[in-house]
């Protein structure tokens, strides 16, 4: 079992960075795909990205090319480097974990065992 707890999160502003941390409390990463979601007020949990055991990548079209998964196991930690952020961006990001990482599973939610509790992001403009 894997306890998740994400950090990180913030007030900034459109254009700006931030750097979201997922780190294990209890348990080990290395055994799983890991993924970030991200839910705004009223709408559906969006997959944003996800990184494979052994760092192959995969992201949501929303943030190609501005974000960025990575993870180090030797921390029990995957981080979300999020670029040029836009107000679109504000919503919960969660941290989840997947033992069945494939590429037909690693954007659905439903698919991830293990959830952290989130962490509020917010962009203005």
């Known amino acids: 079992q894997v306890q998740l707890v994400e950090s990180g999160g913030g007030l900034v502003q459109a254009g700006d960075s931030l750097r979201l941390s997922c780190v294990a409390s209890?348990?080990?990463?290395?055994?799983?795909?890991m993924g970030w979601f991200r839910q705004a007020p009223g709408k559906e949990r969006e997959f944003v990205a996800a990184?494979?055991?052994?760092?192959?990548?995969y992201y949501g079209d929303s943030v190609k090319g501005r974000f960025s998964i990575s993870r180090d196991d030797a921390k029990n930690t995957v981080y979300l480097q999020m670029n040029s952020l836009k107000p679109e961006d504000t919503a919960v990001y969660y941290c989840a974990a997947i033992q069945k990482y494939a590429t037909l599973t690693i954007s659905i939610a439903r698919f991830y065992d293990y959830w952290g509790q989130g962490t509020q992001v917010t962009v203005s403009s």
């Open positions: 209890r348990g080990t990463i290395s055994n799983y795909g």
């Open positions: 990184v494979g055991r052994i760092g192959s990548t």
